[in-house]
């Protein structure tokens, strides 16, 4: 896909702070259509990487076009592109429909009412509450139905669960979900909630240590490159010192007839055949399927030069 | 651009109604200046009683000071507090829009910052014209229900005539509100500088207090300083002469070049300021 194509395109952006260099080189590209989820350690940069995307920081190098458009002049999109951050910022001494309404008279293209989206949101016995009355989670709803008054192409929401009951955070994934499939509004995420964002996300970026470690999609971040497998055969220390052998195969651990392995670019099926090849006979092959959880544990555990980061 | 300005300047505007401290900067000075006058209107009926009483009135008396000198005395209260408000709100509302995160909404959404910083310039000259007038009919209705207005006479000789008296007022007011729209950018400039709110309103108000100081220490210099001409705690401006030209005092001595200087000095260090706040807003964080 062409940078020009991308909804978000981000090359090569270095953020410092002082004498901190936070962002190291960050590239991502967002697609057309696709709910792309950012995560990261607590001072990854997740939050500066949208602040600066959203033209709310400076940056010393790199680019970022977002719908075509530098940040400092995201405002000409005129409501396409729609930031939710993680403090909501609203007028604190309005009512939740005179914060509707303000935010309906910025929108130049309104398709629902205040009314309509305070009902979407489950807010419509709060709609005479004044926002400062409202706990963390209610705010967090009604940041998000400024969103929903126009029709965006583009919601970069920064931690989006944050202070939400199961219920809220039920709300907003069906939310997200029925965005996209019926407008194809696309999405940027970030949360520490990795499950949230592994039931909802088409793509995955892991930012580790200033720079992207991973981007890939979730369908193949479940089943590609790095893979375990338990392995259940007649000679183990055979099928050990076999596969050993192969640095795209690490043996995690060994219990009698059983090993379990991490594979880097080798599937199952190969792996079956090498070992009956060599006359071991396999009695149990399994795959088992991998987590984000994990995969975003192996990345921030493993040493620097590890063929696992050079992987990915 | 002009009608992504317009746009906001309206949500700004419904925003600005629904607003306390809004309310404050409009109702505050005006609510003050007629307190101030129903307190001297009864200081001075007590006053005049106890002269009745024990005999005390007589020669030398002038009539009408005591009405004029009250309403200009009100009014430069009233402008007082514009100018120390005006500055503070100034300061505080694009700091706090920044605090509370709505700023960014604005910002990815509808308008440039600079934008948005000709919003809040503009919408602050609303409010201190909304809070001018409120002044201005407030402490004149409320005078005129206590007092009668006339010439200033003085054992049945005319000091200062009616009409003479509302062409000094006119200029004294006038002369006042010029020094209000750098008061104001000063307050924006602050603003966008400021790490937060609470920063932003203190910062506003202790440059305009120690303006008022400064004035007094650099002697003829001053005249150079836009917070010379702000009716203020330490007040040397025209209007202050007008409360004792209306009070028959003869000995005012009125500096033509002062006056001058009173129109054309402010207006260059808005400018200023405005600029210096056009260039920083585009490299400061939201």
């Known amino acids: 896909m062409k940078a020009t194509d991308a909804i978000l395109s981000v090359t090569s952006l270095r953020k410092r702070f002082a004498a901190v260099e936070v962002l190291k080189g960050i590239d991502l590209t967002v697609t057309p259509g696709a709910i792309h989820g950012l995560v990261g350690l607590n001072g990854s940069g997740k939050t500066t990487t949208m602040e600066c995307v959203l033209g709310m920081q400076s940056f010393q190098s790199g680019d970022v076009r977002i719908l075509g458009r530098q940040p400092a002049d995201i405002w000409q999109c005129h409501g396409a592109v729609v930031g939710i951050f993680d403090t909501p910022g609203l007028h604190t001494g309005l009512t939740v429909r005179q914060v509707l309404t303000h935010a309906r008279m910025l929108c130049p293209q309104p398709v629902r009412s205040p009314a309509e989206v305070e009902d979407m949101l489950g807010l419509g016995r709060y709609s005479h509450y004044r926002i400062r009355q409202l706990s ?21 929401m920064d931690e989006p669960f944050n202070g939400l009951d199961a219920g809220g955070v039920d709300d907003v994934l069906a939310l997200i979900k029925d965005l996209n499939s019926q407008t194809g509004t696309s999405f940027l995420l970030s949360s520490h909630q990795l499950a949230y964002l592994e039931s909802i996300c088409s793509h995955i970026s892991i930012l580790h240590n200033g720079r992207i470690s991973l981007t890939e999609t979730l369908q193949n971040l479940a089943g590609s490159a790095d893979t375990q497998l338990r392995i259940v055969c007649d000679k183990a220390d055979a099928a ?11 043996i995690s651990s060994q219990e009698q007839n059983q090993l379990n392995l991490q594979t880097v670019g080798i599937d199952a099926a190969e792996i079956n055949r090498r070992l009956v090849m060599a006359g071991i006979s396999v009695s149990e092959l399994q795959a088992l399927r991998r987590g984000l959880h994990q995969v975003f544990q192996d990345i921030v555990n493993a040493p620097a030069d590890s063929p696992l980061q050079e992987a990915s | 651009m002009i009608s992504s300005f317009w746009v906001a300047l309206r949500a700004e505007i419904y925003v600005g109604l629904r607003s306390h401290a809004s309310r404050l900067v409009v109702i505050l000075p005006a609510l003050i200046a007629c307190a101030q ?16 009483m024990f ?22 209260t009233g402008l007082t507090l514009i100018g120390l408000l005006l500055a503070g709100y100034a300061a505080w509302s694009l700091a706090n829009d920044k605090d509370s995160g709505v700023l960014r909404h604005l910002l990815i959404r509808h308008a440039s910052r600079r934008t948005m910083l000709m919003v809040k310039l503009v919408h602050a000259h609303l409010l201190g014209i909304a809070s001018i007038a409120v002044l201005l009919v407030s402490c004149t209705l409320c005078a005129w229900l206590i007092w009668d207005f006339g010439p200033v006479v003085e054992d049945g000789y005319e000091l200062i005539g009616t009409s003479e008296i509302l062409t000094e007022l006119r200029l004294g007011l006038l002369l006042a509100i010029i020094p209000l729209p750098a008061a104001i950018t000063m307050g924006l400039l602050v603003s966008v500088l400021a790490g937060n709110s609470t920063q932003a309103l203190v910062a506003a108000l202790g440059i305009t207090l120690a303006l008022d100081i400064l004035k007094g220490i650099i002697g003829a210099a001053s005249d150079y300083i836009y917070a010379s001409y702000l ?13 004792r030209l209306v009070r028959g005092f003869s000995d ?16 260059p260090q808005a400018i200023f300021l405005l600029l210096l706040a056009w260039y920083a807003i585009n490299r400061k964080p939201v």
Do not use: C, K
């Open chain 2, 37 to 52: 006058l129903v307190l001297t209107s009864m200081l001075t009926a007590s006053r005049e009683a106890s002269e009745t």
């Open chain 2, 231 to 243: 009716v203020s705690l330490l007040d040397s401006s025209y209007l202050r002469d007008v409360s």
């Open chain 1, 240 to 250: 050990a010192t076999l596969l050993q052998s192969d640095p795209a195969i690490r």
């Open chain 1, 136 to 156: 963390l989670g209610n705010r967090r709803r009604v940041s998000i139905a400024h969103a929903l008054l126009g029709q965006p192409q583009f919601i970069i």
């Open chain 2, 55 to 76: 005999g005390g009135m007589g020669a030398g008396q002038i009539e009408g000071a005591d009405a004029w000198g009250t309403l200009v005395d009100a009014y430069a």
């Open chain 2, 252 to 267: 005012v001595m009125i500096n033509p070049t002062t006056l001058q200087m009173n129109q054309w000095v402010p207006w």
